[in-house]
């Protein structure tokens, strides 16, 4: 069974930052494109920010591009989301997400190419 456990959020003033980790378990973890999306009060879940297979290939959400970094260690079976420069805005529920094997076709951005999630974790960016 295919576990994603997300840690590292909490309650931050803006300009500061956080490192979210999501463990991986019950996959090769290498194989899989990963991605973070976020979810606000009375809003939908929107993409965050992705990264493939070879851990060379980044994507990024417009509104956090530049201050956010997203990164994984295949031989920890981790992906990380440094996030730098927080802003109230950035206040949601974030959640890590499994993707499409290598070589598969993969639209990156579209939460419905990613099959697994994890619980989500808080985090709150005050003012």
């Known amino acids: 069974q295919v576990q994603l456990i997300e840690s590292g959020g909490g309650l931050v003033q803006a300009g500061g930052s956080l490192r979210l980790s999501c463990v991986v378990s019950?996959?090769?973890?290498?194989?899989?494109?990963m991605g973070w999306f976020r979810q606000a009060p009375g809003k939908e879940r929107e993409f965050v920010a992705a990264i493939s297979w070879s851990t060379s290939i980044t994507f990024y959400a417009d509104s956090v591009k530049g201050r956010f970094t997203i990164s994984r260690d295949n031989a920890k079976n981790t992906l990380y989301l440094r996030m730098n420069s927080l802003k109230p805005e950035d206040t949601a529920v974030y959640y890590c997400?499994?993707?499409?094997?290598?070589?598969?076709?993969?639209?990156?951005?579209?939460?419905?190419?990613?099959?697994?999630w994890g619980q989500g974790t808080q985090v709150t960016v005050s003012s």
């Open positions: 997400a499994g993707g499409p094997s290598v070589g598969s076709r993969w639209l990156y951005n579209d939460r419905s190419d990613y099959g697994v």
């Open positions: 019950g996959r090769t973890f290498s194989r899989y494109a």
